[in-house]
């Protein structure tokens, strides 16, 4: 083995058996270089003591921050935003904010990337926020570009295993704010969220799982359609058919504050009449009354994004990364316990607030 320091692309080339072009164009990370001779080359620089892309590092200290299919930088996901910049600033990195729409139905080919996404001396990784589809993973896994992505955004049959992604486990903080109310008294839970997208879908199976080991009826809100504005719905058609209930799990904050103008409009109080729970607790501290909520963590989520990114910029041929951050309940002023009698008289029929009162 050569020292470090003298040894060349040329030595590098030997060793993996292939072209000093082929192994330039690696050092550059240029797409079209298949990924079984990528491997071989760093692993042969690697024996070598050869640092490939430290000339690249010094042309390019930037990672993209790409928000898909999204009008607006909403509170979490800039707040996932902040938890990346601050540790890619760490790195001494800069992070690049970009906004980017396209269609889930596009072939991954046919997809036009941000231009700037294609040359590798101006972006070195994407990060992946927002709303994604699998053909923006394959376009950027077939150009070869690394990107770490927020595995509970992601529409449509993948496999979270082939990719470097990060959860926050709202199966679960669902499933444990379902069981805070079941033991609270409830047994009439409704779940108010639009299941067609992932992160509202894996909220439900959560309460699903919570209502079916406690022997309890799931009910769930049938209407698609904004936050704010489906809470708002979903509460007044339940209210009008006279449905029995007396909590209501919104499947985040926004359509939690579409529930507390439905009863604010129907008289009802809460949790007097009926409790509301909320999920991400990114709104939830500054309703009034405050909103029992599961509370996730989009810095920590941004974080452990970046340094994902940056190991896989680091080390292209290691093994996919998943990790799941946890949620917590966090129980405010919106939710109360309920009396077994009381819980039958609405499972019977009757209004909350009258059950409340007898």
Known sequence: MKARGKVSLRDVAKLAKVSTATVSRVARGQAGVDVVIRARVFQAAEQLGFDIEEKHRRTSSIVAFLLSNRDVLHNFQARILLGSERYCASQNLDLLFMSFRYSPSTPAKELHLPQILSQR???????????NSVNLLEALRDREISFSVLG????????????????????????DLTHRLIADGHRDIWFLGDVDLPWYAR????????????????????????DQQLGYLAMRSILSRREPVSAVFAGSDQIARGVYEAMRQSGLEIPDDISVAGFNDSEAPLMHPAL???????????????????????????????????????????????????????????????????
């Open 292 to 358: 029992t909520s599961v509370k996730e963590f989009p810095e920590e989520l941004g974080q452990h994004l970046a340094e994902f990114v940056l190991r896989r910029m680091r080390q292209p041929g290691r093994p996919p990364q998943q990790l799941t951050i946890p949620t917590r309940v966090v129980a405010r002023e919106s939710t109360r316990a309920i009396r077994s009698a009381e819980s039958n008289l609405i499972s019977a029929g009757m209004p909350a607030g009258l059950a409340r009162r007898i």
């Open 152 to 175: 509970n955004n992601v529409i449509g049959g993948w496999n979270p295993e082939e990719h470097d992604c990060v959860f926050s486990d709202d199966v679960q903080g669902a499933h």
């Open 203 to 226: 909220c439900a199976r959560g309460y699903r799982q919570a209502m079916e080991e406690s022997g309890l009826t799931a009910r769930c809100s049938e209407i698609h359609s904004d």
């Open 121 to 131: 001396s101006m972006v070195r990784a994407v990060i992946l926020g927002g709303t």
